[in-house]
């Protein structure tokens, strides 16, 4: 049992290669939200609610989750707060991307951004079995045993490659009419997130009341209205750091934002450094 006190954990959330295993009762937030790996959620106990992108995914227990980089995504209670599950993020630089034999085959399960598999009793175990290898591997830390991860990841990629395309309720987003209204108001602040977007606004665009909209926004998503806008603002301001060498006041405007201190201020408190340190981190030259 890998209760609070006792995940088995290996790596961080910004690593090639990250591993974690816990059973939850209480209440938690991870901060993470999107990230540079790709991620694999496996639910071994109780029901979660899953936004991924623009949908809000019903998770069961058994079933597996694949993320591709860069998708905002948020787990949420269902009924209750108890499950157990297994994450692992893992770069294309950990597997070796450019010596994966058939890399495009396995890495499908990517592909539109997410895929959600409600798997059978015979693929549960299987899974399971691959799972608990790796944490086996993580606990013993043999000689090697990174190279048991890669391993052991390419085998999981591998039978996640085989298995049908999702249907039926597994790999379709909820169904209910609020939850379809919530993916178009998601639709909406990706596209216009660089606009000076306002809850009456947005609320009278949706035909809803803004206390209403923001109550729902937060129980379908997991995320509040403004701190949805502001993470993807920031996931939109890291690519230009990245990849352009625009001015920081450019960038800001650019994202939504009215002011550069209210840019920064918001860059630090998601991305942990301020946008010049980002810049300079991701810059080969400073390599």
């Not at 991620?39 to 936004?51: A, D, P």
């Amino acid at each position: 049992m890998y209760d609070e006190t006792d995940a088995l954990t290996y790596g961080d959330e910004e690593s090639d290669f990250y591993y974690h295993r816990i059973r939850r009762t209480r209440p938690f937030e991870r901060t993470n939200h999107y990230h540079r790996t790709y991620e694999i959620y496996y639910l071994v106990s109780g029901e979660r609610l899953y936004f991924i992108k623009e949908e809000t995914h019903h998770v069961a227990a058994g079933s597996l989750v694949f993320i591709d980089k860069q998708q905002v995504h948020k787990s949420s209670m269902k009924d209750s707060h108890a499950h157990e599950r297994v994450v692992i993020n893992f770069s294309d630089a950990f597997l070796g991307m450019e010596r994966l034999p058939h890399y495009e085959e396995l890495f499908r399960v990517f592909r539109d951004g997410s895929r959600v598999f409600r798997l059978s009793p015979y693929e549960q175990a299987g899974v399971l079995a691959l799972l608990n290898r790796m944490g086996a591997e993580i606990a013993g830390r043999q000689p090697g045993f990174e190279t048991g991860l890669r391993l052991l990841l390419a085998e999981l990629l591998l039978l996640a490659s085989r298995l049908p395309e999702p249907g039926g309720e597994a790999g379709q987003a909820t169904a209910h009419p609020l939850h379809s209204k919530i993916a178009d108001v998601v639709r909406h602040l990706n596209a216009r997130y660089s606009d000076n977007v306002t809850l009456p606004e947005l609320a009278a665009r949706f035909y809803m009341s803004p206390s209403h909209l923001s109550r729902t926004f937060k129980a379908v998503t997991g995320f509040t209205l403004v701190g949805y806008l502001n993470l993807i603002r920031i996931r939109e301001a890291q690519a230009l750091l990245r990849e352009t060498n625009r001015k920081i006041i450019d960038i800001a405007a650019a994202c939504g934002f009215e002011s550069v201190t209210h840019f920064e201020r918001t860059f630090k408190k998601t991305a942990r450094l301020t946008p010049m340190q980002y810049r300079k981190l991701h810059d080969p030259s400073h390599g």
